[in-house]
């Protein structure tokens, strides 16, 4: 495979630099007896398929057996709760996620390019100490946008010639693609993808991957 040679990273979050699902369905827990709703409707094999799509459609994946009204009032309170609880631990960052960052950081800018809420980009850098690795961030929950414009605006904004996108799942890939980005496939998270430029199959693969 030929190495991708480029002097700005872009990561997605959930499922490429964290697993987030015990800590996305404990909010989640919460935000249902808050609102009324069973929390037994809660399916551990939706949230995956929820994590990396706005928040527009979160609350039709994960409970869709409820109203759509409810599913927002739920939606709501779950985010407000997940970024509380980042701070515990029961989100789990991947293995030499910290090290690899480093590593990346001393020859290039790194960034960040999330379907999230509000502040939980911020809660995430903060609990893990990552916050000088970081050029800049995007999230949807700042701007109400997809993340291939989002993706745009982040390239646009800090003057990107060259960069490569690295995430786990089909938006990550769409928002390379419509931003003519090199796209790396982080096998380890929660997407099954069959189109990628590279694929790696831990966090640290990058240090391989990328010329």
Known sequence: ?????CQNVVLDLDGTLWDPMELSMEAWRQACLEHGVDPKLLVRERFARAFGHPASVVGEIVLPAVSKSLQTKVLDTANELEVQLIGTSLGVLFDGVKTTLEHLARSRRLFLCSNCQSGYIEAFLLTYG???MFVDSICSG?????KGINLGMLIA???IVDAVMVGDMHSDYDAARLNNLPFIYASYGFGDLREFDAKIDRIDGLLHVLA
């Open 142 to 146: 700042d701007t109400s946008q997809g």
């Open 157 to 159: 904004r800090n003057s």
């Open 1 to 5: 495979m030929e190495r991708i040679a």
């Open 130 to 132: 990552l916050e000088k």
